[in-house]
């Protein structure tokens, strides 16, 4: 297929090598750059994550065990609503929808991806925490309250950040990726699969999940692996309902940490080379954790051979 | 036993739907109230003032906020694009071995990286060697996100391209750099989808923001300053409780909004009923 | 003219002049049935009766709409996009497009096997065969496994995969493959099997072993089969029926059919001369 090297081919190569290599630099530099900064609380070894003193402007010792806790307790109640409904609607979008609903339908789930994460704080601290604390919350309490997580609220107590905000805003925020994935992964199912089911007798949504959400499995693991990197990461829309107290309890009502609200609420305030250090190793904790599970997520994908559209959204 | 499977379906079928419903009530509050609250704050005022003090009823706009927003995304998109679209040719065109393959992997991986982290980075690289919020590290920041996004989009986009072209293309004798151009050219809309994307992304980035180039009350006054932006003004202003400045940032997330979503109606439309590629 | 032809093909069964069974009814009977993708037809007004307990084969060039037909037997024909149809196809004098019925219990009785084998390959070899089972509620193991068994026994699958069957269903070779397809829709206890080209996507060998077997399906069910090689048609099929662009342009016992056609477009078909 080649027509010859010339130097303006060698060059170009060469230009566009150098451009790409850019991204794996990037790469590498995140975690030097990350682990460098960290190194004045690197030497507490696992203690900055399982302690939870927090030494702020005075101390010389941090453990982030509170925002971990705030962030994995938040990143599962986005999971547990946020993946149900992610794969209705990709469900929706890939086997019921009539035809001109689809392009609608899937315009504005991609428009959620597009809210900027700031916007949805500033609903979320006006709209959204107020109405969950008058509408919903109270019969969490009513009903549920003799569990743990859900004590700690008095009825017509004035809206305040928790924990809880901070799951609801992240499920929203994790419903595009999560069906948009989950969706390409049901398109993938070939309809021979379908019709063995139908052909069976079995009725739509039997036909389903026995032919297709099965089949597409793996597709779906890795859009929940996807949904949970972004959840984990996620940082100002939570920063602005989670609320920023330092403290472990076990109710959904009290306010929390998650270590990337933690990171933006302190990181101006910080001074001293420990604060700044404490608060550099709290981000690459989260760098591990998110691109381990982004590099299982691609991996689950890498096993889906469609080739997506060119203007897919993230 | 029979109609029982037939109630379930209908059952499981509603909840597919009603999954619909849920996910677009949010969708459709936060456009409301954002309108809603938002529009009476836009008036020339908003385009032109400087943010007011933090005193009940003083009176501005955040006409710094949106220079700054322009400028920061306007930079970011200045180096952002060509490495992300060079690297989208690399990958599609020249990265078909272990190399391109990782380039890849890796470019899918850093798009979900938490901006916050970008953030950190920033500071690290260029704040903290300059010793104070500037400019270079809040271009740097939104570029950085901009770049992995671009390079995937655009290389989706080539590789939509038929290699029928491309086998053409060298046929005649062709240079491989030209018949590169020429399918790029061919995939115009893609790329250039992918581009307008990642701009309308970053445009409503903040974490990375408070950590490079902080907040001004003031119009840009250098790169060695720090540097007003929209979605950061929405934090500030949002969480803090006066009423004069929350209704300001209701104002700042209304035009964000508006910009953002436009952005994205434009795409849609561009590229309703033709091909991905061309 | 043709509509003239068509009348001819409907009389040379009620003439009583070859078929047996005469007296019995029909298994599936198909009157005035036309089907349709959007406005688009594919099928004109096709009569047909579907005796029981024979192997009935439809033949004709491609497009001929053969699958088409096969696929309004068993109410598969509507799952695509903007499909429909018109007319009635009688199981046991019952029409299967009544008002209230809802196809799955059609499917149920009248099964299907596809060209290209499509066992469900994150469902053990086992799981697959009794998967029709499940979905109507059958939960007993027992149960279950002794189906099983017996379905992989009568398409002689069951010693090749006995020690095997937690082994996934798509791991199998084509022919393989097939043959668990048959099972699983057998498994159901359906009383017609359609065939869509059952052997098209396989060797020789797996075929002869399936034609065999379709050879004895007979006895308990009614089998049609669609097929574009006429070769097969005459070694395993009874009856054959030819298409031709939508229509039906002849229908009689196969040997009739081959030795003897009536109609010229037949003759030319099976003489070769096109398609």
Known sequence: MGAGRSRADTIFKALVLVFASSIVALTLIFFYELTTGSSHTLGEGFAFITSSTWGGSIGNFYGVLPAIYGSVVTSAIALLIGVPVSLGVAVFLSELSPGRLRAPVSFIVELLAAVPSVVYGLWGIFIMVPFLTHNIYPFFQAHLGFLPIFQGYSTGQLPMASILDGGVVLAIMIIPIVSSISRDALQAVPDSQREAAYALGATRSEAIRISVLSYARSGILASIFLGLGRAFGETIAVAMVVGDTPRLTSSLFSPGYTLASLIVTQFTEATGAAYISALVEAGLVLLIVVFFTNIVARYLIGRLTKSREAASYL | MKSRRFFMDKVLISLACLSVVIAIVPLASILYYVTVRGLPAINLDFFTKLPPIPVPGAVGGLGNAIQGTLILVGLAACIGLPFGVLSGVYISEYGRNFYGRTVRFLGDVLIGNPSIVVGILGFTLLVQPLHGDNLAAGVFALSVIMIPIVSITTAEALNLVPNSIREASAALGIRKWRTSLLVVSNAKSGVATGALLATARVMGESAPLILTIGISTQWYSGPTAPLASLTYYIYYFGTSGLQNWVDLAWGAAFLLIVMIIGINLAVRLLTRGRRAYA | ?275
């Open chain 3, 1 to 275: 003219m043709l509509s003239e032809k068509l009348e001819t093909a409907h009389g040379i069964y009620t003439q009583g002049e070859a078929p047996r069974n005469v007296s019995a009814e029909p298994k599936v009977e198909v009157r005035q049935l036309s089907a349709f993708y959007g406005k688009k037809q594919a099928l004109y007004d096709i009569d047909l009766a579907i005796e029981s307990n024979q192997v009935t084969a439809v033949i004709g060039p491609s497009g001929c709409g053969k699958s088409t037909l096969i696929r309004c037997l068993n109410r598969m024909h509507e799952l695509v996009p903007d499909a429909s149809v018109r007319g009635q196809v009688l199981l046991d004098g019952a029409d299967i497009y009544g008002e209230s019925l809802d196809p799955a219990d059609i499917r149920r009785r009248i099964g299907m096997v596809f060209q290209k084998p499509n066992p469900f390959p994150n469902m053990s070899i086992a799981d697959n065969v009794v998967a029709g089972l499940k979905l109507n509620g059958i939960r007993d193991k027992g149960r279950l496994e002794e189906s099983a068994k017996r379905s992989l026994q009568r398409v002689y699958l069951w010693d090749e995969v006995k020690d095997e069957l937690k082994r996934s269903g798509a791991s199998l070779s084509g022919g393989q493959q097939q043959r668990l397809c048959i099972a699983r829709a057998l498994a159901i206890e359906p009383e017609v099997i359609l065939m869509d080209e059952p052997c098209s996507a396989l060797d020789p060998t797996a075929t002869a072993k399936i034609e065999e077997l379709i050879t004895e399906l007979k006895a308990q069910y009614t089998v049609v089969i669609v097929t574009h090689n006429m070769q097969q048609a005459s070694r395993v099929a009874d009856y054959t029926a030819f298409m031709y662009l939508g229509k039906l342009i002849e229908y009689d016992q196969t040997t009739a059919i081959f030795e003897n056609p009536k109609e010229q477009l037949t003759e030319r078909y099976i003489t070769g001369k096109f398609g």
